[in-house]
């Protein structure tokens, strides 16, 4: 019969043997890649056998010690920000909401005006607008989008199940986007959005899960039930930075929250205004959000 100290003792041995494991594939990596940071002081054999083990992959690149990896950081959110502040302009080429409602008659000229003149002035979204003013219904909003973008419509109602892969909850209700289904064997998501699709989303959501994304629409309505669900798992591995941050800080800052979680792997996409850096391998899976400025 197992005691309380024979299971302890036990989980404690499989603890340690995992523990020797995770060193072991941590010495083979150091041994096997050589440090990615060219100025690395330390790339020698007998260096890599003896030293410290603090390496982590940034973006599936190898560096020995936070110092390299934080010069990796720096260069690749450097690139990442860059490469991404030239091609913003390609993906918003669709008719805008509020005309697809007007030529599918939901809308007069008059009532799509005043709305547009209330986004002027408050911001707030078209769509949102005019469903506060009762002016449209949430399927005549989700049936445009979908007929706009040529995505199949999400039912409504259907069962919430718990998924395996884990979306930060701040860019779910920021962006407006819902993971519904995920198919393990192919590594497909579907992906729900409640407002019009931001393919820079979708890209940064395939890039970090390393799955394939299928975009859908939700009503409105839907997307706050499944979001009141998601809350009541209430998480504390995320972490949002809202002040804008530059590079330099972005990079001190990943580097620190690696070191912490002993992290070996560190992941990045842009999503809107923020740099998503996703840490794995360490003591828990932990997802950053900084907003950065691109200079
Ligand atoms: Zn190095």
């Not at 007998?46 to 690149?61: E, I, M, N, P, S």
């Not at 080429?93 to 599918?104: E, Q």
């Not at 039930?225 to 809202?242: C, G, K, P, Y």
């Not at 530059?246 to 992941?267: C, D, F, P, T, W």
Request: aromatic content about 6%; overall charge positive.
């Amino acid at each position: 019969m197992l005691t309380t100290e024979t299971v302890q003792k036990g989980s404690s041995i499989v603890g340690r043997v995992l523990a020797s494991f995770n060193m072991a594939s941590r010495r083979l990596e150091t041994l096997v890649n050589a440090c990615t940071n060219p100025e690395c002081p330390r790339r020698s054999v007998r260096q890599a056998l003896t030293r410290k083990l603090d390496g982590a992959a940034v973006a599936g690149q190898w560096f020995c010690s936070p110092a390299c990896y934080e010069t990796g950081l720096h260069r690749h959110v450097s690139a990442l920000i860059t490469s991404t502040a030239r091609s913003r302009t390609l993906h918003r080429a669709r008719i805008p909401l509020g005309l697809m409602l007007l030529s599918r008659g939901h809308l007069t000229h008059e009532q799509l005006n005043f709305a547009l003149e209330q986004h002027r002035l408050t911001g707030a979204r078209v769509g949102d607008i005019l469903l506060e003013l009762n002016l449209v219904t949430e399927e005549q909003v989700t049936s445009a989008l979908a007929a706009q973008w040529g995505y199949p419509i999400f039912p409504s109602n259907t069962a919430i199940h718990h998924l395996p892969v884990r979306i930060p909850q701040y860019l779910i209700t920021l962006h407006r986007i819902m993971p519904l289904h995920f198919v393990e064997a192919s590594r497909r998501l579907l992906l729900g959005f409640a407002d019009g699709p931001d393919h820079r989303i979708l890209t940064a959501v395939k890039h970090i899960l390393a799955c394939e994304v299928e975009p859908c629409f939700i009503a409105m309505g839907e997307f706050q039930r499944r979001l009141q669900w998601l809350n009541l798992e209430a998480t504390t591995s995320e972490v949002i930075f809202d002040r804008t941050c530059q590079v330099a800080e972005i990079a001190r800052v990943a580097g620190s929250y690696i070191r912490q979680l002993g992290a070996q792997h560190a992941n990045f996409a842009l999503s809107g205004n923020h740099l998503w850096v996703r840490l794995t391998g360490g003591k828990q899976l932990m997802d950053l959000l900084l907003r950065f400025r691109a200079c």
